[in-house]
């Protein structure tokens, strides 16, 4: 019998260049990555920037994977989607972008290592990726933080806002 594949979370958002549309590739670029299976996704989000607040609105949605890719290997696929979409990772923080793909959690996974934090250091702090998140996964615990439920009850959410996909 096959070991299990842990279930990694991922974080997408865009607020350029189409946004709806790059988080909708994002994920079905997510859907076909190696070793993995895409196990469901968040209704997309339209979300008030965070940190530079002289931005377009973001659209954000949550994904959840089961993956045989390592975190380094999936961080690194990442990286390939986005600069795909054509990302270009300057150094600017919070600010604008084609496409940002945060690997949020990885299991119960905790690490720390250049390049890779897990659980992501401040998905707790954030409604864009807490509301998604919730959505997918309302049970989840993340490690170190708690019950996703509480961490979303502790954050204002008045920026962030379900998109009609009707």
């Given at each position: 019998m096959a070991a299990a594949k842990p279930t990694a979370?991922?974080?997408?958002?865009?607020?350029?260049?189409?946004?709806?549309?790059?988080?909708?590739?994002?994920?079905?670029?997510?859907?076909?990555?190696?070793?993995?299976?895409?196990?469901?996704?968040?209704?997309?989000?339209?979300?008030?920037?965070?940190?530079?607040?002289?931005?377009?609105?973001?659209?954000?949605?949550?994904?959840?994977?089961e993956t045989g890719?390592?975190?380094?290997?999936?961080?690194?696929?990442?990286?390939?989607?986005?600069?795909?979409?054509?990302?270009?990772?300057?150094?600017?923080?919070?600010?604008?972008?084609?496409?940002?793909?945060?690997?949020?959690?990885?299991g119960a996974l905790v690490l720390a290592e250049p390049g890779l934090q897990l659980p992501h250091p401040r998905l707790h702090e954030r409604a864009f990726v807490l509301l998604p998140l919730v959505e997918i996964a309302p049970h989840l615990d993340v490690p170190g933080r708690g019950p996703i439920s509480a961490l979303l009850a502790q954050v204002d959410t008045a920026g962030c806002h379900v998109i009609d996909t009707a």
């Open positions: 979370y991922i974080g997408v958002g865009s607020n350029l260049a189409g946004p709806r549309a790059q988080v909708e590739r994002a994920l079905e670029r997510l859907a076909r990555l190696p070793e993995s299976r895409l196990l469901g996704s968040s209704r997309p989000y339209r979300c008030a920037p965070w940190g530079v607040l002289d931005q377009p609105d973001f659209v954000n949605a949550a994904a959840a994977i890719l390592s975190p380094s290997a999936l961080m690194q696929a990442l990286l390939a989607i986005e600069r795909d979409a054509g990302r270009d990772r300057n150094g600017e923080r919070w600010g604008p972008r084609i496409l940002d793909l945060d690997l949020l959690l990885y």
